[in-house]
């Protein structure tokens, strides 16, 4: 069982490779693999740590990245601090695949949860190198062009917001087979854009249902195969554009308390419970 331990100092890395980088990181510089055998989460969660101490985009060249341990995507515990961009090439040509031996951080509180992303900041980071439980707040998460991928349906959520997240994008994910469902915020989630994004073959697509989720868009963004909700929303505020949903089981639109505009929704989910569900 892999124990993951923070392993290359912030300011030990080498002056030539820290010249090479710029602004951009790639996970290979850091040991990953993304040969689809290698366990690179060690290398990634490296990348990641040094990211958010230098202040670097992070980006995951062409490959299949297997991981068995969540990957904490740090930002910074305040609004304007900073900010992290994480990019693949495309959804065909970056893969982050989710081991059959998965498993959590930690035994209990928010990182006994698994996902393949968890966007944390750095109250959840220990001075050795180790991981805990925190709290707080993040701001200006980027993530887009890549494929989420969970093989043995053994992982709970593709990208998991632990704490309130605001002024965030999302776009161009594709999310597989996650056991609960593609994205889950677990506190207040505002300001934030998600934009093509596809959650396949999860009982949820979008969990929106807890915190207060306020001025969100939603545009273009597809569900297939969801056998609970395709999008469970509780909150006001939010503007839905083109949301579709095809071969669902479930409801489509399980609205809580909204207050929004939901326009040119579509769905060919014949076997569906409702379209639309509101209270």
């Not at 969660?45 to 040094?50: G, R």
């Not at 915190?211 to 056998?227: L, P």
């Not at 308390?257 to 419970?273: D, L, R, W």
């Amino acid at each position: 069982n892999l124990s993951f331990k923070y392993s290359i100092s912030h300011d030990s890395i080498s002056q030539s490779l820290h010249k090479k980088l710029g602004e951009r990181i790639s996970v290979m510089d850091f040991g990953a693999k993304g040969d689809g055998v290698t366990d690179d989460t060690i290398a990634i969660q490296n990348t990641f740590v040094y990211a958010y101490y230098n202040k670097r985009s992070v980006i995951f060249p062409t490959g299949d990245y297997l991981i068995s341990k969540p990957i904490l995507v740090f930002v910074n515990n305040g609004e304007g601090l900073s900010s992290i961009n994480v990019s693949g090439e495309s959804l065909s040509r970056t893969r982050i695949i989710c081991s059959s031996d998965f498993s959590a951080h930690l035994s209990s509180g928010l990182l006994a949860d698994t996902a393949a992303f968890i966007v944390v900041n750095q109250t959840f980071l220990n001075l050795d190198g180790t991981f805990k439980n925190g709290t707080g707040t993040t701001h200006g998460v980027y993530i887009s062009d890549m494929r989420l991928v969970c093989q043995s349906e053994n992982v709970k959520y593709g990208i998991m917001l632990a704490v309130l997240n605001a002024n965030s994008t999302y776009k161009r994910l594709a999310i597989e087979k996650f056991s609960n469902a593609g994205i889950k915020n677990f506190n207040h989630f505002y300001l934030n854009i998600l934009e093509k994004v596809r959650v396949h073959n999860s009982p949820i697509g979008f969990d929106h249902e807890l915190g207060i989720n306020t001025s969100v868009k939603h545009d273009s963004c597809y569900v297939v195969g969801a056998n609970d909700k395709a999008y469970l929303v509780g909150g006001a505020y939010m503007n839905m554009t083109n949301c579709c949903a095809d071969g669902c089981t479930g409801t489509i639109f399980y609205l809580r308390g909204f207050q929004g505009v939901i326009t040119n929704p579509g769905s060919e989910s014949h076997n569906a419970k409702k379209m639309f569900y509101a209270r």
